[in-house]
């Protein structure tokens, strides 16, 4: 066989090797999505219909079967006042997940406020805009957190927007790096050359390319949001117990470690990582798709 038939082979077979390894590769991918949105569709059916998947009354006591351990009876066991921790976790959903969708939505708003305005406006805006968001950037988004509540008091709807105002300045610098990318490339100047007005290149073609990656922003954010609200409740900044918010849920039963009554801190502990593991996994899935369509 001659060297130029040798390298044409090579070059074949080194093509379906790749070729093979992209659609494993793609195949995994593919399995790993629909694995996560299903994990995402229970926590979405928990919060949206928590008694389709635990009936019970998430408030009910029931004292002989307080610290019951995990049976069939009880899945997740029981907490010291006999309910069962498994109708207090899925019920207790709708909590977690509406303070973290909605502190999520507070920061995305005002970050794209800002962000905006220094990317679409003059030098002097930006640079003021910029100055106050890194004022805010520079302090840790718990700790601001922590001080609004102080300032304002504790409570659900402080934990929201304290946690939302805690999340806007890293929202906005990059908001603000995606306009200015946006703004700098092929298409608008395409849009400016043949003329159209600068309310239609920012509504038809800045806003588009601007919007999906701000979905997959926020998706990501949303996990770091339930976290945070979770940690504020766990701190009893929050939605007060009886509440079955999973954050309130870990405080209570870290009271009762030394007794043996784990289920108590593991199951919400375990429902808050959970939540948030599935919001960032599924939002750098959205990333990476982005990435290969531009």
């Known amino acids: 066989m001659s060297l130029e038939a040798a390298a044409v082979r090579d070059a074949r077979s080194g093509s379906t090797t790749r070729r093979g390894a992209r659609t494993q590769s793609g195949s995994r991918h593919r399995l790993s999505l629909v694995l996560w949105l299903g994990v995402a569709a229970f926590y979405v059916i928990a919060a949206a219909l928590p008694s389709v998947l635990a009936p019970g009354d998430p408030l009910a006591v029931n004292p002989a079967d307080a610290f019951s351990a995990p049976s069939p009876a009880h899945p997740f066991g029981t907490d010291e006042s006999g309910r069962g921790v498994y109708t207090r976790v899925v019920h207790g959903a709708a909590s ?122 926020a998706t990501l954010g949303l996990g770091q949001a339930i976290v945070w609200a979770a940690a504020l409740s766990y701190l009893g900044l929050g939605e007060p117990p009886p509440s079955p918010e999973w954050g309130s849920m870990l405080s209570t039963g870290r009271l009762y470690l030394p007794t043996g009554s784990w289920w108590l801190t593991i199951f919400p502990g375990t429902a808050i990582v959970g939540a948030a593991v599935t919001a960032t996994l599924l939002g750098r899935i959205m990333q990476q798709r982005t990435r290969q369509a531009s």
């Open 96 to 217: 977690s997940l509406t303070i973290g969708a909605l502190a999520t939505a507070i920061g995305l708003l005002l970050g794209a406020v800002f962000g905006l305005a220094a990317g679409l406006g003059p030098k002097w805006l930006d640079f003021g805009t910029t100055r106050i968001v890194e004022v805010f950037f520079a302090f840790p988004g718990i700790l601001l957190a922590l001080l609004l509540i102080v300032l304002a008091g504790p409570g659900v709807v402080t934990t929201t927007i304290a946690v939302g105002l805690s999340t806007a300045p890293g929202y906005a610098r990059l908001i603000r790096s995606q306009v200015l990318r946006v703004r700098a490339s092929g298409y608008v100047e395409a849009d400016l050359v043949l003329g159209r007005s600068r309310w239609h290149t920012f509504a038809r073609t800045l806003v588009p390319n601007v919007a999906w990656p701000l979905f997959s922003l």
